[in-house]
Antibody, heavy 118, light 114 residues
Framework: EVQLVESGGGLVQPGGSLRLSCAAS????????MNWVRQAPGKGLEWVSY????????YYADSVKGRFTISRDNAKNSLYLQMNSLRAEDTAVYYC???????????WGQGTMVTVSS | DIVMTQSPDSLAVSLGERATINCKSS????????????LAWYQQKPGQPPKLLIY???TRESGVPDRFSGSGSGTDFTLTISSLQAEDVAVYYC??????????FGPGTKVDIK
């Protein structure tokens, strides 16, 4: 079964750090581009970051640029999001999502909740 | 960056009736080299991740019921549910994935039963 499973969320104080992971299974992870997408409570979807299949090309939303770092380990079938200098407005469910060959996001994880609060 | 808007914000439709959701992009998402619109539609039910329904503006993802259809080109797009079922109650998002990121989403349209 094709699957993405996120982990690493939790409660963190403003200014703190957190590292999210996304474990992929059921497909050749190294062949696919990947993304992080977040959703604040009761709000819509916000694209956060993109990484190419090799990891050589990376993009960030302006809202997280300079604070978040996306990476991947194709040998471990895993995607990561290192989040530093966290703010209250980063509170959200964070999803990892696979780019299909057609470019749309065809596989999503169940999400991991990040709460930034003192 | 390309800005996506959707209308209406919400709608209530009787079971078996048609639901229509509109999506507009601030610039064209039609790629001239292959004549494809880089526009997707997603369905999100409460407590669940989004699910891909439509890509390239009008191609149904595998397993998606044929009551869901997408149309439009350039900057104006429509998602139609031809005969609303109870299980279609959800929020629907359009997304552009044209060229380089950011891959922006619309604000969402909530669909309920009247």
């Amino acid at each position: 079964e094709v699957q993405l499973v996120e982990s690493g969320g939790g409660l963190v104080q403003p200014g703190g750090s957190l590292r999210l992971s996304c474990a992929a299974s059921g497909f050749t992870f190294s062949s696919y581009e990947m993304n992080w997408v977040r959703q604040a409570p009761g709000k819509g979807l916000e694209w956060v970051s993109y990484i190419s299949s090799s990891g050589s090309t990376i993009y960030y939303a302006d809202s997280v640029k300079g604070r978040f770092t996306i990476s991947r380990d194709n040998a471990k079938n895993s995607l990561y999001l290192q989040m530093n200098s966290l703010r209250a407005e980063d509170t959200a469910v964070y999803y990892c999502a696979r780019c299909a060959v057609n470019g749309a996001f065809d596989i999503w994880g169940q999400g991991t909740m990040v709460t930034v609060s003192s | 960056d390309i800005v996506m808007t959707q209308s209406p914000d919400s709608l209530a439709v009787s079971l078996g009736e048609r639901a229509t959701i509109n999506c507009k992009s601030s610039q064209s998402v039609l790629y001239s080299s292959n004549n494809k619109n880089y526009l997707a539609w997603y369905q999100q039910k409460p407590g669940q991740p989004p699910k891909l329904l439509i890509y390239w503006a009008s191609t149904r993802e595998s397993g998606v019921p044929d009551r869901f259809s997408g149309s439009g080109s350039g900057t104006d797009f429509t998602l139609t549910i031809s005969s609303l079922q109870a299980e279609d109650v959800a929020v629907y998002y359009c997304q552009q994935y044209y060229s380089t990121p950011p891959f922006t989403f619309g604000p969402g349209t909530k669909v309920d039963i009247k």
